[in-house]
């Protein structure tokens, strides 16, 4: 359970943050440290079980029936990143307190924060691959609202789209690769797919899978070519790059890469599909952070680099480059955070992060000086240094490469180095060396002590591993590699010293040349500062701004064929893509006619005729005479509930018929709002063209009826496919405990697909809401409806003050309607309440409900109902959402599947035995929202006779 906590909390944390006050900086900080605190002591607490070997898994049930129960499982590996995310998070929260100025909305920040914390840690910890891959998109929003936190910046706003775009295109491919291993596994558990590589090397989808999944990891990495969004990322806050940048984020690239190979790795398509963008990313991102001029600049492409030496050594398909890239993403995520720290202390304090306006500040901040530089010494791979170290284990594995690679790899690893020793000098020296600049916007002085402390801490730990690496990093690396490759684990060497040998001469060649390319292209970076040599006129934003305006272009081409006024046109558009689609998945189908089991009697097949004829009639009046379409179509629904009912279906034909009761009213009282046709335009138009467009409305209609009838109809009498109608019959009392199989179906056994299909109904109502407040009915239903309207000033003022009947209402059938409505009003809680052993349930009750409602508005009239109705719909709806939402948290506190129903037996005097279940919350959840959905639409619809009213008494 304390896995499932440890992702909690900061998302809880993260909405306690948000309704803090804005002018509460100190508290938003204390309880964002604190949530950071508490899950870093979680991670702790199971060390003793991380380092004696265990696996802990901790498994709640969601659809155990479909492989997908939400899993959190800790391992060796996914321990130390998930040490590194909470314990990085601890720091940063410490350093953004003194960072963040008070007038920016700090809530705001720290509620994305932690909610981008929870998500990195569901992605560390998820053992379902379902399951973390919705917390990898939660990362990628997450991260868009911390890059986009000063959204009225807009490189800001841009930085965050691009990313944006790029991680999530990512996930949609990295989405694909899991869905093909679980397929091929046959199991989406990540501890069942770990133990299968065999079948995934040998499937026939392995390049394919090897593909997508090298997509979604190298686009969250930043890696080439997908590179680019990383450094227009920086427009976020500092705290956010320093943890984004260094250990959260781009680390859950090669965390995945990491975390797979085992199981991908090995092959020569995983070599060309890794390892060859690592090296273009190693050597491209540290060629042009050698030329940048903003600080923030030299990190982001420098991570590109640093990022890309760990993908290429995961490329490498060997054990001992495994472990060097581990042990480099701890080192990097300690100076890389340091470094970015220290940046954001020069720009807090003296306004600017441009190298050339900065020089000189170890004068006025000797220790931000200190720690910058032995930062910036780890990052260059200086000896006694954790950087130093990693790197060495990189150079020895480029040199242990077999064939024709084995001469290019150590070659490029070297080239690569000397600029990474290039831009960490010129950081260091542009910025801290030299006499004080006196063009600085604000006088700089030293920050804060805490300001300076978790900067102090990260370098502390580069000191520490790059003299004891051994004792601080060794037992953690080793369990972390072991929980990777099990038996296959080589022994690790961390020695600091392994004699004279190749790897250190490449060391000491990368050291002595990337000092002399420095000093060598110092004069062409003060002529042209931000310019990168040979590659000035090569930018990856523009390449993808080019991207998309061409993606942009084409959809308008696109659009300005397919689109049209015509409500025809656009149905067709939609109805066509539908039946090709559904005629594609189907066209192999070997099982389509099977003659009928059911004796139709002459009275039902009268009945049939019936309502075709009804059906034909409404698309022949659609043309000349709404209403009487809006009739036929009301004839041909009684009849489908006359055939529910032949057919043994009381629900289904109890459901139809109320439906249809309130639809045809709807449709009525929307229909006076319509134009009138106008017969001019009619005749001016090509009488070929409109029998064209006749016909291929027709050939439509006819084909999407048939095609829905030919499918219902195979549906309904297959039986050579196992069907899970046995089985609902069966369960629907025991499991359920309702005699209605189709009610328990609707609130108990898919109760998720339920409360999905009328959050979508809640959705629908809102939008008819807000689209018919917008509207303005023609000039023409205004025209014909003030001719009908008797209602004066007078009038109005006599309702408001004796609160009388409107002119135009009946009296009698008013004061009748009054004594309908609570029997209406009854009817409906009876059918609530036999709902799940007999025909009926919320939605029905519900519907009835409404109808009610729907008479009042006729009878008495909308001024009338608007002074008395205690209805308010926004209520009704939110109110049923979470009643619903609530009948499915009950289970999870009893340790039971969300939405799992309860019973609880009850014996009261002289009321006897009674059964009570949550599904009746639930189903009175469903009753709220459909109460809440109809009226609103019904008070929508009224509002317009409103208005006219009031357009008419403003003429008056």
């Known amino acids: 359970m304390a896995l499932a906590l440890l992702v909690l909390f900061p998302f809880l944390g993260s909405i306690l943050a948000g309704l803090l006050p804005q002018n509460a900086r100190n508290r938003e900080a204390i309880l964002s440290a604190l949530v950071a605190l508490a899950c870093s002591t979680i991670v702790i607490s199971y060390a003793p079980d991380i380092f004696a070997g265990k696996i802990i898994e901790h498994q709640i049930e969601w659809l155990p029936f479909l492989d997908l129960n939400i899993i959190f499982r800790l391992d060796g590996f996914a321990w130390l990143f998930a040490l590194l995310v909470s314990l990085m998070g601890v720091l940063v929260v410490i350093y953004a307190r003194y960072y963040m100025d008070p007038a920016d909305p700090v809530p705001r920040f720290f509620a994305f924060f932690l909610a981008f914390m929870g998500a990195m840690l569901g992605v560390v910890l998820s053992g379902n691959v379902i399951q973390l891959v ?72 392995y390049t394919l899978i090897v593909v997508l999944f090298a997509i979604g990891a190298l686009t969250k990495s930043a890696q080439f070519p997908f590179h ?98 581990i042990f480099h993403m701890i080192n990097h995520a300690t100076f890389k955070a340091s470094l970015f720290m220290a940046t954001g202390i020069v720009d807090h304090e003296t306004g600017t992060r441009d190298l050339e306006k900065l020089s000189g500040l170890r004068h006025v901040m000797p220790l931000t000086t200190t720690l910058a530089t032995v930062a910036a010494a780890a990052m260059a791979g200086v000896p006694l240094l954790n950087g130093f170290i990693s790197k060495e284990m990189f150079f020895s594995q480029t040199l242990v490469v077999n064939d024709v690679k084995s001469y290019f790899l150590p070659v490029i690893a070297v080239v690569a180095s000397i600029f990474s020793v290039a831009y960490s000098l010129r950081f260091i020296t542009r910025v801290f060396f030299g006499s004080l600049s006196t063009e600085l916007p604000r006088q700089p002085h030293e920050p804060p002590k805490w300001m300076l402390f978790p900067s102090a801490v990260l370098v502390c730990l580069c000191i520490l591993i790059g003299i004891l690496p051994h004792y601080i990093v060794g037992p953690i690396l080793d369990i972390a ?60 934003r523009t390449i993808f701004d080019s991207i998309m305006n061409q993606l942009d272009n084409m959809a308008d081409t696109v659009f300005s064929y397919i689109h049209s006024n015509r409500i025809q046109t656009q149905i067709f558009w939609v109805v066509a893509i539908t039946l090709f689609v559904t005629v594609f998945s189907i066209w192999h189908y070997d099982y389509w006619f099977r003659l009928p089991r059911t004796k139709f009697s002459i009275a039902f097949a009268l009945l049939w005729a019936v309502g075709a004829l009804c059906a034909l009639g409404a698309a022949y009046q659609a043309k000349f005479n709404r209403f009487r379409a809006v009739i036929f179509t009301g ?61 291929r409305d027709a050939i439509m209609a006819v084909s999407v009826g048939l095609g829905i009838a030919l499918l219902s109809y195979v549906m309904i009498t297959r039986n050579t496919i196992p069907t899970i109608g046995k089985f609902f019959n069966e369960n629907a009392l025991p499991q359920g405990g309702g005699t209605n199989v189709v009610n328990v179906i609707i609130v108990d056994f898919r109760a998720f697909d339920t409360y999905g299909e009328i959050t979508v ?89 409404t109808i009610g409602i729907i008479i009042q508005y006729m009878i008495s009239g909308i001024h009338w109902v608007e002074m008395h109705s205690r209805i308010r719909p926004q209520i009704w709806l939110s109110a049923g959402l979470l009643l619903s939402l609530l009948a499915g948290l009950l289970p999870v506190f009893m340790h039971k599947p969300f939405l799992t129903a309860l019973t609880l037996d009850l014996h009261l005097p002289l009321l006897g035995d009674i059964h009570l279940s949550s599904v009746m919350l639930f189903d009175l959840g469903v009753f709220a929202l459909v109460v809440g959905a109809s009226t609103y639409m019904l008070v929508a619809l009224a509002h317009q006779s409103l208005r006219s009213q009031q357009r008419q008494q403003g003429r008056q």
Not at 163 to 176: D, K, M, P
């Open 761 to 849: 109904l809640g959705i629908v109502a809102l939008t008819v809401y807000a689209l018919l407040r917008r509207f303005r009915p023609p000039e023409e239903s205004l025209y014909a409806l003030e001719k009908r309207l008797t209602i004066t000033t007078n009038d109005l003022t006599k309702i408001k003050e004796n609160e009388a009947l409107p002119r135009g209402t009946f009296l009698v059938p008013n004061v009748l309607a009054r004594f309908l409505i609570p029997v209406i009003n009854l009817i409906a809680i009876f059918f609530f309440l036999r709902g799940h052993n007999l025909p009926g349930g919320g939605f029905v009750a519900g519907v009835i409900f």
């Open 481 to 540: 590699a072991h929980s990777i490759l099990a038996d296959q684990t080589p022994e690790i060497d961390l020695a600091i010293f392994h004699g004279i040998n190749l790897p250190l001469l490449m060391s000491i060649i990368a050291l002595m040349g990337g000092i002399a390319v420095y000093f060598t292209l110092r004069p062409y970076l003060q002529i042209l500062p931000g310019r990168t040599l040979g590659l000035h006129k090569i930018d990856g």
């Open 134 to 205: 919705i917390f990898w998109e939660l990362t990628s929003l997450s991260s868009f609202m911390l890059i986009a936190y000063w959204h009225h910046r807009p490189e800001a706003r841009r930085g965050a789209r691009i990313s944006l775009t790029i991680t999530v295109a990512g996930g949609f491919c990295l989405l694909a690769a899991m869905l093909l291993i679980g397929q091929v596994v046959g199991s989406y558990e990540l501890s069942d797919i770990l133990a299968s590589g065999y079948l995934l090397q040998g499937s026939p989808n």
């Open 635 to 695: 004839g041909a629904g009684i009849v489908t509930t006359l055939t529910f009912a032949w057919l043994s279906a009381p629900d289904l034909a109890l459901t139809q018929l109320v439906i249809e009761t309130v639809t045809v009213v709807l449709l009525l009282l929307g229909l006076r709002w319509l134009p009138r046709q106008n017969q001019k335009n009619i005749l001016l138009e090509d009488e070929l063209v409109i029998r064209l467009r006749h016909s």
């Open 228 to 325: 680019f969004w990383l450094p227009n990322a920086m427009a976020a806050p500092t705290p956010v790059s320093a943890y984004l940048h260094s250990a959260t984020l781009v680390k859950a690239g090669v965390f995945l890469l990491a975390r797979f190979w085992p199981v991908l790795a090995n092959t020569e398509q995983w070599f060309w599909l890794i390892a060859i963008p690592g090296l273009c990313s190693l050597t491209l991102g540290a060629y042009i952070a050698t030329f940048q001029k903003d600080m923030k600049g030299i990190l982001a492409y420098s991570t590109i680099s640093h990022l890309g030496l760990i993908t290429l050594l995961l490329g490498l398909n060997s054990h001992l480059a495994l472990v060097a890239a």
